[in-house]
């Protein structure tokens, strides 16, 4: 591994861990990012390469354990766990996150190679990034008005199923999912932030289960040549998701979501004309 290839690991992890939780799109990102400007699949093999993304959102999961590393510790606590087989709880429990997950992992599975193979292409992405947006500008303009719910701990399960069903449109590449699952909680009666909450918690076991699904069949291209600029994208993914979700979670009230709405609509041009 030389220098410029470490370089290129560090940027991607940089890239990774700004845009995987802000509703931008990491997968349009990584476009302009990496398949036109850097093309981290000319020294690391397409494979290799597209296995190394996959590596870096571990280190993105990892900034939001440790975000939320209180919420989790209430989470899997085992008072917590008894109350919530009791039906003794009124708090955001384990029942919340399996509810908002199913309805998503369960066509994602379904529907798993159809959309490698026929989802995953510019302009799909270019799609996804439009409608997208709009989709976050409609949350801002009517779910201010129907604001019940200011906190994690009053999420209800019919709430977190509304989620779950709307974070079935992330399943197409682009359109984001946490754009979609905050728009989701907000047009649902939530607040910014008790949404954005919900969605970053709803992302570790998700997003933890895709990876380690996609690590273990790729397992055969982990290799010590290339650990050197896997642990250095893993670092820095980690270390700009930790920054970049604490500021999100300090804007998100204050700006809601329009100005990444226009930012994505921006971005889908950008890409329109590098790309055709």
Known sequence: ???YELFIGFLLGVVEGLTEFA???STGHMIVVDDLWLNSSAFLGQ???NTFKIVIQLG???AVIVVFRNRFKQLLN???LVSFRRGQTDKLNLLHILIGLLPAAVLGLLFEDYIDTHLFSVKTVLIGLVIGAFFMIA???SGVKRQTTATL???SYKQALGVGLIQCFSLWPGFSRSGSTISGGVLLGMSHRAAADFTFIMAVPIMFGASALSLYSKWNYFTMETLPVFLVGFVSAFLFALLSIQFFLKLINKVKLTPFAIYRIVLAAVIYFLYF
């Open 1 to 3: 591994m030389s220098w």
């Open 23 to 25: 509703p931008v799109s």
């Open 47 to 49: 494979e290799v390469a």
């Open 60 to 62: 993105s999961i990892l």
């Open 78 to 80: 085992p008072k917590e």
């Open 139 to 141: 949350a801002d303009l």
């Open 153 to 155: 701990d009053e999420i």
